[in-house]
């Protein structure tokens, strides 16, 4: 779960990220170490 408004949540890093990892389990591949927001 993300921390952000209905309307921010894209706009936000974090949102992204917890998205593609979430995108990423369901194909049956490993998320990447290096996102967006740890890259910060």
Do not use: C, K, N, Q
């Amino acid at each position: 779960m993300v921390p952000s408004g209905h309307v921010g949540a894209t706009r936000s890093e974090e949102t992204i990220d917890e998205l593609r990892r979430i995108l990423y389990l369901h194909i049956g591949r490993r998320f990447p170490v290096e996102t967006a927001a740890s890259a910060r």
